[in-house]
């Protein structure tokens, strides 16, 4: 068995501790100990080899690598073995992972290494500016926002500088009050309201609960929706202080239909209001797109770029999430140094020296490289709750695919769900310590409770966070106990260079599981297809609304049935839909059922209210 290497254990207190493991030693000693963080000559060992060896044009089959699950070491002093022979630290970020209670064996680990090795070339060549989304012929380059000298041109590298530097002195000037809202008693800007959806939303909305200060210079709000209720709660939440709301508006296209209705919502909020929308609104899009050509020629604040290169869903390191952070006073440069740290460990071709390497054998060993058991994210740390629901897009939208690159139909994925520990204790762990095993846990671990100096005793020697700690290493044995397989994600707090590591961790863990599957990550044709049936059910509503007005024109008014509302639209094969935008526009006085025809669906007579076809389409 190996020796574990490079811990001194002349001090007591390591003595004492010695089987202890590094992390918690590491936390004990209040100082890192010289912690190898390569380990060499293990018995246990992920294939080390070097990448000298020619790696093979493999072309995958697309198949699973075939391998049968043997049960899961259960020895303790094994167990310990291999959590020390597995586990990766990078010491200058504090982050460890932990994949020893992950069963995959040496010989699938030596099945993979092949795939692996051309994952890590199919990523260097995305990093150096391949077409690396074919779909939609572009490159991807996430990467370069925080290491822009590895973008494939100056023009580009200039761009991502500029860019970083124009939101940086737009923050500044706003917190400090340097720009300031038109008309506001506070005479600075104290809120945002940010509007977008998906990619333009989600980061923002993790980064923010994760990162923001209890005081922050401005307070964030978001609408990532088409709901007239939820964006009516968020304007009557800002009240009065709508004038002093700083509107960014997000959306990589320019032209996404609930962002697009989210800002004629607040634009009509800030005229009722008498303010001066355009002094208040800045847009961050495409360059030329619907977006920001409307902010251009209306004069909106400032305008921020996206880049055709940068996909939503991996868009924190732009624009799109660091103006809100740095509004919110979050150190932004700390973020992208975070991540940058995390891109350049993640570059390493030595499978077991490469977090997001494991993290991809990890997950093609537990859902057999077909998705075949969901990805189940419990940070336990109050701040990271919308890890998760950040991790759903990043993670599902990126490989929840119809098609392999071979054009296959492989229907590939992994699905991902959670929440926040010990809450979900008291929810559906429930399930998954007992109940169908269709699962696999990443515990995402912080070490340090509370601020220096604010701990506090509940009870003699033991602390809330004790509590906390203790019930995720009490999940994370019962569930393997019971050979429930989980990762363990460990970082030392919640900053701004950590969770820039983390996403960094998972985008680039997504784009080599992706290469493993023979998919591309980074196009979404699936969601295009959902716009297009949405506008179908519009147009066909504006086709029922104008039947209803004709028919209600005459005098006397005459309700029509739905067969007869279908055959004037000439839709008869539509007649639920039909039947289910009547009752939609019913329920909101838009249209009316005549009396005595409730009931079933078969029975409804409808017509509409007092309103003209002028009105319908004003
Ligand atoms: O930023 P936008 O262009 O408005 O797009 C917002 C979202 O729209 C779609 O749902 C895409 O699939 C997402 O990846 C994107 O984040």
């Given at each position: 068995m190996a020796s574990i290497s490079g811990i001194c254990s002349s001090s007591p207190t390591l003595q004492k501790f010695q089987n202890q493991p590094p992390a918690l030693t590491n936390t004990l000693r209040k100082e890192h100990v010289a912690f190898p963080a390569r380990r060499v000559d293990r018995s246990l060992s992920l294939t080390t080899h070097s990448v000298a060896r020619e790696v093979p044009a493999e072309v995958f089959d697309?198949?699973?690598?075939?391998t049968e699950k043997k049960g899961l070491v259960k020895d303790p002093h094994a167990l310990w073995q291999r959590y020390v022979d597995l586990l990766y630290q990078h010491k200058e970020l504090g982050l460890y992972l932990d994949v020893s209670r992950v069963g995959f064996t040496e010989e699938f680990v030596k099945k993979m290494e092949s795939r692996f090795q051309v994952a890590f070339r199919t990523m260097e060549e995305l990093e150096k500016?391949?077409?690396?989304n074919p779909d939609e012929g572009r490159m991807v380059g996430h990467y370069w926002l925080r290491d822009p000298k590895r973008a494939p041109t100056s023009f580009l590298r200039t761009q991502i500088e500029n860019t970083l530097d124009a939101v940086s002195k737009f923050a500044h000037d706003v917190v400090s009050g340097k720009i300031k809202p038109p008309s506001s008693p506070e005479g600075r800007f104290t809120q945002i309201l940010s509007v977008g959806i998906g990619g333009s939303a989600l980061g923002p909305q993790f980064v923010a609960e994760a990162l923001a200060p209890d005081n922050p210079p401005l307070k964030i709000r978001f609408v990532d929706n088409t709901d007239p209720a939820g964006i009516d709660h968020q304007i009557a939440q800002l009240g009065p202080e709508l004038a002093s709301t700083l509107v960014i508006v997000i959306s990589k296209s320019g032209g996404t239909p609930e962002t697009r209705n989210g800002l004629l919502e607040v634009q009509k909020a800030f005229r009722e209001a008498g303010l001066n929308f355009p002094k208040q609104g800045v847009a961050i899009t495409q360059e030329n797109s619907l977006l920001d050509n409307t902010a251009r020629i209306e004069g909106w604040l400032a305008r921020f770029p996206m880049f055709d290169w940068v996909g939503g869903r991996t868009s924190e390191m732009s624009a799109v999430g660091l103006l809100p952070a740095a509004l919110q006073g979050i150190d932004i440069r700390e973020m992208l140094a975070g991540a940058s740290l995390m891109d350049e460990a993640n570059r390493s071709t030595v499978l077991r020296n490469n977090p997001a390497a494991l993290l991809a054998l990890c997950w093609y060993w537990a859902t057999d490289g077909v998705g075949s058991k969901d990805m189940v994210i419990l940070p336990y740390k109050d701040s990271l709750l919308l890890f998760s629901r950040y991790l759903q897009q990043l993670v599902m939208e990126s490989l929840?695919?119809?098609?392999?690159l071979d054009g296959n139909r492989v229907n590939q994925g992994i699905s991902v769900y959670g929440n926040k520990g010990s809450t979900d204790q008291h929810a559906y762990i429930q399930q998954l310590r007992e109940g169908v095993h269709n699962f696999f846990v990443t515990f995402i671990e912080v070490?340090?409770?509370?601020?220096?100096?604010?701990d506090w005793e509940l009870e003699p020697g033991v602390t809330c966070g004790d509590y906390l700690f203790g019930m995720l290493q009490g999940t994370r044995s019962a569930l393997y106990a019971n050979n429930r397989e989980s990762i363990t994600v460990t970082v030392q707090e919640v900053t701004p260079r950590s969770v820039g590591a983390l996403i960094a961790l998972y985008e680039r863990a997504v784009g080599i599981y992706a290469s493993l599957v023979n998919i591309n990550a980074y196009h979404q044709p699936g969601v295009e297809a959902g716009k297009k049936a949405a506008g179908e059910v519009l147009a066909l509503q504006k086709r029922v609304l104008a039947v209803l007005n004709e028919a209600s024109c005459k005098e006397p008014v005459e309700p029509l049935t739905l067969e007869e509302v279908a055959e004037r639209c000439h839709a008869p094969e539509d007649i639920e839909m039909i039947y289910k935008i009547i009752a939609h526009m019913a329920a909101n006085d838009r249209a009316l059922i005549a009396e005595g025809s409730c009931g079933s669906p078969r029975s409804i007579k409808v017509f509409l209210g007092e309103c003209n076809i002028d009105e319908l389409y004003a």
């Open positions: 697309g198949a699973a690598v075939a500016g391949a077409i690396a929840g695919k119809e098609f392999d070490l340090r409770d509370r601020p220096p100096g604010h």
